[in-house]
């Protein structure tokens, strides 16, 4: 198995695809300053946004979206969550436990940065096998239907080879749901793996918006 990079280093490579995009927007927007307020601009930004949408359909509606776990994760889990956190749950209440074993310094770390944490791990390991080179990070976010406050998290896969398409999970990852899970140790890593993958089996496109500093070409 290939040695694992740290919590750290995970953290800074679920940015990576963002700032493919922003730094290819920025790229267009140096020599000129636009005034994003007119109609123009508008219209532009929205014809823009419609472009990706469509691209990244056809390209989603062309590829495998075929998302693997090797059988092996269980042993590979086994492997390494030793020490106190083998007999814990893995949840927000036990995660000051959990945080010298997934690399953290600060052990107030969110379930979103555990999920990454534990996917890119795996990733690492050669455990977890996506349709082609890419990342599987963050990309939306569910909210309480009363509350309007953030309750899950929703992975996307991010295309090496791609400027528009993003395949996005069905749904997300209830953070109530994952504080409920019943397993404990390398069983609660594997599951919580799982709940992310889980939510690829029934994928959909989504496309990376124009950011803030994309500007129209000539």
Do not use: C
């Not at 404990?184 to 496309?207: K, N, S």
């Amino acid at each position: 198995m290939k040695q694992e990079p740290s919590g750290y280093e995970l953290y800074l490579k679920r940015t990576v695809p963002e700032r493919r995009w922003d730094d290819r927007d920025r790229a267009h927007s140096n020599s000129r300053i636009v005034d994003r307020s007119t109609a123009a601009f508008r219209e532009a930004y929205y014809a823009e946004d419609s472009r990706r949408r469509q691209r990244a359909r056809e390209e989603f509606d062309a590829r495998s979206r075929e998302f693997v776990i090797d059988p092996a994760i269980d042993e590979w889990a086994r492997a390494w969550v030793v020490g106190i956190p083998a007999a814990l749950q893995l949840r927000r209440s036990t995660f000051p436990d959990w945080a010298d074993l997934l690399g953290f310094r600060n052990p107030n770390f969110s379930i979103e940065t555990t999920l990454d944490t534990l996917i890119n791990r795996a990733v690492a390991s050669d455990l977890m096998h996506f349709p082609g080179p890419g990342v599987v990070a963050t990309a939306f976010a569910s909210r309480h239907r009363y509350t309007e406050l953030t309750d899950g998290v929703g992975y996307g896969f991010y295309p090496e080879d791609t400027e528009e398409l993003i395949v996005h999970g069905s749904a997300a990852v209830r953070y109530e749901d994952f504080d409920s899970r019943p397993e404990y140790g390398p069983g609660a890593v594997v599951a919580a793996i799982r709940m992310v993958l889980d939510t690829f089996q029934q994928a959909r496109p989504g496309h990376m918006q124009p950011g803030i500093h994309w500007q129209p070409t000539d």
